[in-house]
Each structure stands twice: as structure tokens, then as C-alpha cells.
């Protein structure tokens, strides 16, 4: 994997890379996602500021320890993660500030871990990593992580979920409500909120053009319900 394009700090990114993905052969969380990742970033502390050599230690090192999301320890997996951190850069004789500050941002970064940022560069790790599932990219890993599950596109019974609770561990589209639609929300820095209401912007336009697609116009011939009040506020916020 090349270091060129995590300027101006290549040498440690070649020093990091090979600590930076497992062996899960997740493509949601590869090599294209921390290139990803690290372009919001930039573009985040264009504007933000930011330690930039704790923010590249944090983005390669991020997701070095990987999870499948139906494991039941999923939710440890960026404590895992910040733990496997400080032992590599431990060995590369970082201080223990610096060290304790690359793992905080690694741990507070997921939205399962509970973990509530404390400093700027934390802040900007968690923006720059929730802008990359959501937006086009965001899509189009909701759907890869769906056939990687096992997962159905939708239900075609209730696709907009109005008689049932969203469960988007067996249905993809579900996974726009569940969470998707969620992540436009609590950015922390102000170019993040910018980018994220134009990548919001862009699912709502994917989840309507899908469900005008699927839907069936005369839903009393096939016996489907009227929406519920859920339903509806669900679509209005949406």
C-alpha cells in the first residue's frame, strides 16, 4: 500500500500501514476507506486545525482491529483497536500523551462504542470516518455490508417498514432509517456539518428513487396497509 498520498507525513504512514487493516477482507474498511477517510480529514483541518500526526496515526490505526458486524463483539471493536494502537506505537517510542490521544480519538470514533469524544482530534476522526458512510459511498457500502451478511435488499411486503420494526440486519434499505439517515446528524466541526447535509442530500435522493422503483401504485389489490403515523413521520424524516 503506498504512503504518497498521506502527505506531508509519508514516512510514518509506511511505517503504520502494515499495522492498519487485519485479515477479515472487509472492502467497507480497506485501504480505499483510510484514503477516504484522511481526505475528510484534511479537509476538515483546513478549517478546524488539528495535530495532523495524531490524526494520521489515528485514521491507518483506526481500524486495525476488524469486527464483522453481526459478531457479538462488535461493539468492543475500537477499544480493540486503540489497544492495538498503543502497542504499535509504543514500539515506535511515541510518548505516552501522544499515544494516549491517538487512542482516545480510535476509541471515541465508533458509533457503537459509546465512547463521547474529549479533544479536537478525536472530534475530527469520528466527522471524518461517519461522512464516509453516508453520501454515495455511504450507499454503496450499505449494500456491499448487506451481501456480505447474507442480507435481503428489502422487504417486499413493507419495504418502508410501516407494520414492523426496522431490522436492517436482515434487510439493507431498513439500515437507511436505522442509522444512515442518523449520521447526518451531531457533526462536531463546522466543515463536516457542510458536508454532511450535501451527502444527506444525496441519500434521500437514492432511498426515494429506490422505494419509487419498488413500490406498487394500487397497493389495496394486493392487500398492503395504508401507512402509519410512524411510517409517515419516518418518511418525513427522512
Excluded at 16 to 24: D, E, F, G, K, Q
Excluded at 129 to 134: K, Y
Excluded at 203 to 214: H, S, T
Aim: with cysteine; hydrophobic share 40%.
Amino acid at each position: 500500500m503506498p504512503a504518497a498520498p498521506f502527505s506531508p507525513y509519508e514516512q510514518l504512514a509506511a511505517r503504520l500501514l502494515p499495522y492498519s487493516r487485519s485479515a477479515i477482507g472487509d472492502a467497507s474498511h480497506d485501504f480505499s476507506h483510510l484514503l477516504r477517510v484522511w481526505k475528510n480529514i484534511t479537509s476538515i483541518c483546513a478549517e478546524e486545525g488539528g495535530d495532523g500526526e495524531i490524526l494520521l496515526a489515528a485514521t491507518l490505526l483506526h481500524d486495525c482491529v476488524a469486527i464483522e458486524k453481526n459478531s457479538p463483539l462488535r461493539t468492543h471493536a475500537s477499544r480493540l483497536a486503540a489497544d492495538k494502537a498503543t502497542s504499535v506505537l509504543n514500539e515506535l517510542g511515541w510518548s505516552k500523551t501522544r499515544i494516549d490521544a491517538v487512542a482516545h480519538a480510535i476509541e471515541a470514533h465508533s458509533f457503537s462504542s459509546g465512547v463521547e469524544p474529549k479533544t479536537l482530534e478525536a472530534f475530527i476522526l469520528r466527522d471524518a470516518d461517519r461522512l464516509d458512510a453516508i453520501g454515495a459511498v455511504g450507499i454503496a457500502r450499505c449494500f456491499y455490508v448487506a451481501g456480505r451478511m447474507s442480507s435481503a435488499l428489502y422487504d417486499p411486503g413493507d419495504p418502508s417498514a410501516e407494520m414492523r420494526h426496522l431490522n436492517d440486519s436482515r434487510y439493507a434499505l431498513d439500515h437507511f432509517h436505522a442509522k444512515l439517515f442518523g449520521l447526518t446528524e451531531g457533526f462536531h466541526t463546522r466543515q463536516a456539518q457542510k458536508l454532511s447535509q450535501e451527502r444527506r442530500a444525496r441519500l434521500k435522493r437514492f432511498y426515494d428513487a429506490f422505494m419509487d422503483e419498488i413500490t406498487i401504485d394500487d397497493a389495496d389489490d394486493v392487500g398492503l396497509a395504508s401507512p402509519t403515523p410512524l411510517a409517515r413521520s419516518r418518511q418525513a424524516a427522512g
